[in-house]
């Protein structure tokens, strides 16, 4: 047992990548094949609301994290249908294809309010004023530029002369 930690278990076969990191959701639902950029997307969307409910609660219970897969859920539905549509586009009447819009539709509206659930709804106003002042008071704290040497410094421009136009041009 020399160099084996106390608290290893033990290892089964196969990837166990999904489960340590826990990017794959769905319950061992396998998408269809030929939908491997699905799962990259939706791998992607599942990181920015992970990422969003850390920001926004500092943490992941139980509870936001069966609201992130019921999320991903429908985002997987979505890209599924978008998918079958582009695929099929040829032989949908138009019956078919807006019964398939109208399902993208409540599944976008399902995500949607699951994503508020989590309270990723609100998004928050920009702080300008705010923004002003600490950028003049970085401003503030930088040291002001040193003058160049005289010698360096660009000759400085001449006068222009401006002549009076009735001058040039007597009246008749």
Known sequence: ???KAPYETKRYK???NAVSHGVHV???MSLPKGCRQVQVE???FIE???AATLAAHGEIRVYEAALIDTAASHQRRILLLFRWLRMESETLNFDQRTSCLREVSNASNARDKT???LGLDRREAPDLWGDIGRADAA???LPAPAKPP???QPPASPEILVSDPSAEHPAD
């Open 14 to 16: 196969g990837n166990q």
């Open 139 to 141: 401003r503030a704290s």
């Open 1 to 3: 047992m020399a160099g």
């Open 42 to 44: 939706l791998d992607r």
């Open 26 to 28: 769905g319950g061992g």
């Open 115 to 117: 994503l508020k659930d």
């Open 150 to 152: 005289a010698s360096e």
């Open 48 to 50: 920015q609301v992970r």
